[in-house]
């Protein structure tokens, strides 16, 4: 069965501070990735999303990037933490069938920047 | 441009009662409807979803859903509510033009009364 994991849980950091989270996927090949931010318990707002290995796509622009080194491997980063940058990340996986497919999120990073 | 409102923030139940949860959507081609739930501090849980076929989608945890094409609506409803279904809502669609992006309503928290 497919799992995704996601790294750290819980992130406390300073402003100006580098950012790097990871998500990554098991069981599954060639996955639809994505990154979504949830702010204040609420709606979700993507952030980016990748159909392979370094293809990736911008939703919101930002001071965060994203990469995808492997096929099941995706980073959320960022070179300078803003307080707006608080909030819950979640990753996502589905697989490539035209849209209907269902999206299975990880277990989130609430990030705290002070 | 697609869309989906949910037009109630919090939806409030009595334990043993029906309960639903709107949502009503907008895109330009055909929809693909989900539900997903989330409790507190986790990821997002898949309910169930509508792609084609019978109006009347069947999900997880006695939940279902009801397609209604002319009032462009997909409202989650579930027969006897329990204690535990309380948590958030979202209802999400994507259209069958062939782009990867899911639009997320605002979530709707729904509270079951013991």
């Known amino acids: 069965s497919q799992t ?11 402003v100006g501070s580098p950012l790097s989270l990871e998500c990554t996927v098991e069981g599954t090949s060639n996955p639809n990735l994505y990154w979504y931010r949830q702010a204040a318990g609420r709606g979700l707002q993507l952030l980016f999303y990748s159909v392979g290995i370094g293809q990736i796509s911008s939703e919101v622009p930002q001071n965060l990037s994203a990469s995808r080194p492997q096929d099941r491997q995706f980073i959320l980063s960022s070179k300078k933490l803003l307080l707006s940058d608080s909030g819950f990340y979640l990753c996502a996986w589905s697989s490539l069938a035209g849209g209907q497919e269902t999206q299975y999120f990880g277990p989130g990073t609430r990030l705290l920047v002070l | 441009a697609q869309s989906v409102a949910q037009p109630e923030d919090q939806v409030n139940v009595a334990e043993g009662n029906p309960l639903t949860v709107k949502c009503t959507y907008s895109v330009s081609g055909n929809p693909y409807l989900f539900w997903y739930v989330q409790y507190p501090n986790r990821g997002l849980q898949f309910l169930l979803k509508y792609i084609t076929g019978d109006n009347l989608v069947k999900g997880s945890y006695g939940f279902e859903a009801e397609f209604n094409k002319s009032q462009t609506s997909f409202h989650l409803k579930k027969p006897s509510a329990l204690v535990s279904d309380s948590a958030l809502y979202f209802c999400a669609v994507r259209d069958d033009t062939g782009g990867f992006k899911t639009i997320f309503g605002a979530g709707t928290r729904l509270f079951v009364k013991a």
């Open chain 1, 4 to 14: 995704i994991h996601q790294w750290p849980a819980t992130l406390v950091q300073p």
